[in-house]
């Protein structure tokens, strides 16, 4: 688990690198430019580090449902070199994610406004852009982004509801340690799938109320995440109680 959470870390502040500084940057200079070429890397970064956060989390919520339905099989299963091949796998994926968005946007023509309606560059917000008819291109948008966060979402409960479902045949000290682990990765994927949902799967205009969703899973949801899995975990409380007493100790003495 916590191989996977050093991962999960490191892409998260990779994904909220992408867009806060510049963001905090323009609040305070209002200075809201970016040039093309920045404009396509900051696309192309958010969109890699978010797919390959979504991986991750599918590849924890796996590893979580090893651990405590398979509990036998864990080590042998998940060993350290399947372990490093999930995480390649799930950067090649995202890289070949952020990559098909990058060719829709590098043939697109712009040549009216140059105004994004958005505080970093996204899909949406350049479509919106474009001199031609992009409704084809907006469905395949939605096809791959908005489905693969709807069906990674979706399996997501489903392994928890598993999981949970499995837990009543547990001790109750197994049971409320594997309910401490769960309920942080529930609380993680709901923080992070649903504002992410509601963004690529437009009900109506694509370019509606996304900035307050994506604020959620470009910002806030990378930002709780350490609290999320420190304060949830209880490994991760008996260790903070550990050194917060030794350094109580070594100030009375």
Same mark, same amino acid.
């Given at each position: ?12 502040? /990779?994904? $909220? ?9 323009? !609040?305070?200079? &209002? /200075? ?6 920045? @404009?396509?890397? &900051?696309? %192309?970064?958010?969109? =890699? ?33 399947? /372990? ?10 995202? %890289? ?6 990058? !060719? ?21 917000? #350049? ?9 084809? #291109? ?5 096809? $791959? ?5 709807? !069906? ?23 049971? &409320?340690?594997?309910?401490?682990? @769960? ?10 799938? #649903?504002?992410?949902? =509601? ?13 307050? =969703?994506? #604020? ?28 917060? /007493? &030794? ?7």
């Amino acid at each position: 688990m916590y191989f996977f959470l050093s991962y999960l870390s490191l892409t998260d502040v /990779c994904f $909220t690198s992408t867009v806060a500084p510049k963001l905090i940057i323009d !609040l305070l200079v &209002q /200075c809201n430019a970016i040039s093309y070429n920045g @404009c396509i890397v &900051q696309m %192309f970064s958010a969109h =890699f580090f978010g797919a390959t956060e979504i991986f991750i989390l599918v590849v924890m919520a796996y590893d979580r449902y090893v651990a405590i339905c398979r509990p036998l099989y864990y080590m042998v299963t998940l060993n350290r070199t399947v /372990c490093y091949i999930l995480v390649v796998v799930s950067v090649i994926g995202a %890289f070949m994610h952020s990559l098909v968005h990058v !060719l829709i946007v590098i043939r697109l023509p712009f040549c009216g406004a140059n105004e994004i309606d958005h505080y970093f560059c996204d899909i949406f917000p #350049l479509l919106k852009l474009a001199c031609i008819d992009t409704r084809l #291109l907006v469905i395949i948008v939605i096809t $791959t982004t908005g489905m693969l966060s709807i !069906l990674t979402f979706v399996a997501l409960v489903i392994s928890c509801i598993i999981i949970l479902s499995t837990l009543r045949m547990r001790s109750s000290r197994g049971r &409320q340690k594997a309910l401490s682990t @769960c309920g942080s990765h529930i609380t993680v994927v709901f923080m992070f799938f #649903l504002p992410l949902i =509601f963004t690529y799967v437009p009900m109506g205009d694509p370019v509606g109320d996304d900035k307050v =969703f994506a #604020l959620f899973y470009t910002v806030i949801a990378p930002l709780f995440n350490p609290l999320i899995y420190t304060l949830r975990n209880t490994d991760m409380k008996n260790a903070m109680r550990k050194v917060w /007493c &030794q350094e109580k100790l070594s100030e009375g003495k």
